[in-house]
């Protein structure tokens, strides 16, 4: 058993939550909006005390965390799972929530009915949805239904098989208009923000221009309104070679491979647990044992 020291839910300790309005202001008045993933209670407190503004649990947790290839097998359960995690660790973070592949494609009535679980279960106060025009009608649906949401375009992981790929998108002129007319028609949706992922620096700086709400890139570039990374990318905590994009900040790999062999060695040679890291009788118990059991006195 270990301990973690849970925060207390004193309202005059608690910072002002950010809000979708919020982060609506900061791209108004030019300031960078700073988002990463979460999934877990520690990195979502991490992240909240270190002032970042937005935090995702995004869908990636299939392969950073899960181990799956890719993201599509993630299910609705280990979404709301990982959500209510990380939002028991925020108390500044605005906090989104990828609704996985699957969740959202059957029927509307699905969709909205899933978005719900993420705001009245999970206390997300946004969702995700990846894809353009084609869902403007589902970002309506969910807006209506008082679940905000954040559209995705571009790279879209959960369109890895249709894509052909992870390519990057919005490289010709038909598909730069496309994607641009596909933010347009979110937005117009209701939409409160949009990531941009996987594109040229310059489609994602037309797009931002043109937007009344705010971007979140990733792999788009430095214009946007915002950035965000993948936590496990950030600490090199990923198992293979970064995406272009992907600036690493440490190197959490090399950190716990030290830790975990120290240990082991530690606990191979006897020098873990210590006697000072050990617990022990009350002197009185011990005496009194002693009496009971009074070891044989050598000849």
Request: aromatic share 6%; hydrophobic share 45%.
């Given at each position: 058993m270990s301990?973690?020291?849970?925060?207390?839910?004193?309202?005059?300790?608690?910072?002002?939550?950010?809000?979708?309005?919020?982060?609506?202001?900061?791209?108004?008045?030019?300031?960078?909006?700073?988002?990463?993933?979460?999934?877990?209670?520690?990195?979502?407190?991490?992240a909240d005390e270190a002032g970042i503004d937005l935090v995702l649990v995004g869908d990636?947790?299939?392969?950073?965390?899960?181990?799956?290839e890719n993201t599509l097998p993630v299910t609705l359960d280990e979404m709301l799972?990982?959500?209510?995690?990380?939002?028991?660790?925020?108390?500044?973070?605005?906090?989104?929530?990828?609704?996985?592949?699957?969740?959202?494609?059957?029927?509307?009535?699905?969709?909205?009915?899933?978005g719900l679980r993420f705001i009245k279960e999970a206390d997300a106060q946004a969702v995700k949805?990846?894809?353009?025009r084609s869902r403007a009608r589902l970002v309506q649906r969910l807006t209506d239904a008082e679940v905000p949401v954040v559209a995705h375009i571009g790279l879209t992981p959960q369109s890895v098989h249709s894509m052909g790929g992870y390519r990057v998108q919005g490289k010709s002129l038909e598909a730069f208009e496309r994607?641009?007319?596909?933010?347009?028609?979110?937005?117009?949706?209701?939409?409160?923000?949009?990531?941009?992922?996987?594109?040229?620096?310059?489609?994602?700086?037309?797009i931002t221009a043109q937007s009344g709400i705010p971007t979140i890139g990733i792999g788009a570039g430095p214009d946007c309104d915002g950035q965000i990374l993948v936590f496990h990318?950030?600490?090199?905590?990923?198992f293979c070679a970064p995406a272009k994009f992907a600036r690493q900040y440490a190197d959490g790999a090399a950190f716990f491979a030290t830790a975990l062999t120290q240990y082991r060695e530690?606990?191979?040679?006897?020098?873990?647990?210590?006697?000072?890291?050990?617990y022990h009788l009350p002197r009185e118990v011990q005496a009194a044992l002693e009496a009971a059991h009074p070891r044989a006195r050598k000849a």
């Open positions: 301990v973690t020291q849970l925060r207390t839910a004193a309202a005059s300790l608690a910072p002002r939550r950010i809000t979708s309005d919020a982060l609506l202001q900061k791209k108004l008045a030019h300031q960078p909006i700073c988002a990463i993933t979460a999934y877990d209670y520690p990195a979502a407190r991490l990636s947790l299939g392969m950073v965390v899960l181990g799956y799972h990982h959500t209510r995690a990380v939002a028991r660790g925020l108390r500044r973070s605005f906090l989104v929530a990828d609704m996985p592949y699957g969740s959202y494609h059957a029927s509307a009535r699905d969709a909205v009915r899933n949805i990846e894809g353009g994607l641009s007319a596909d933010a347009r028609a979110l937005e117009d949706a209701g939409a409160i923000a949009i990531v941009l992922e996987g594109m040229p620096r310059e489609l994602a700086a037309s990318d950030l600490f090199n905590l990923t530690d606990v191979a040679t006897g020098r873990f647990p210590s006697d000072a890291e050990s």
